[in-house]
């Protein structure tokens, strides 16, 4: 089972990293095909389907910024059964927008995982905001 716990928090940073680099396939990748991002509380809306979550990720994320870093902590897996599991992660995501802007922002990941073909993906994951986003500069 450890090693299940340690696949699944390796998941999280290989979204971080893949992400902050720019590398949308790799990034999307960390989705099962038919997973969900739900970013309704946050007002970006919610995605479903691999697909959805590449167009989202690509046209409404990344085109908008040059430079971002998620740092991933508190990550807590509270269920670990077969192939299906679920946790939290807490995020400060640090944003320069292509306009110039500063924003930070940070959010808790309320995620449920599935091992597909022996690899661990995201089934679902919930962006809920833990603080007001905050834009440092304008």
């Keep these: 089972m450890s090693d299940n716990r340690a696949e699944i928090q390796d998941l999280n940073s290989r979204y971080a990293i893949a992400f902050d680099s720019g590398q949308l396939d ?54 670990l059964e077969g192939d299906h599991g679920e946790g939290r992660v807490n995020c400060l995501v640090e944003i320069v927008k292509t306009d110039g802007s500063y924003a930070r922002a940070h959010v808790t990941y309320s995620d449920r995982y ?13 962006v809920t905001s833990s603080f007001p986003h905050e834009t440092l500069t304008s």
């Design 26 to 79: 790799e990034s999307v990748d960390c989705w099962a095909e038919d997973g969900t991002l739900d970013e309704t509380e946050t007002g970006l809306g919610l995605f479903e389907g691999r697909e959805a979550i590449r167009v989202f990720f690509r046209d409404a994320l990344m085109a908008n910024s040059t430079k971002v870093v998620h740092m991933m902590f508190n990550h807590l897996i509270t269920s």
């Design 114 to 126: 599935v091992r597909v073909a022996g690899q661990w993906k995201f089934a679902s994951r919930v």
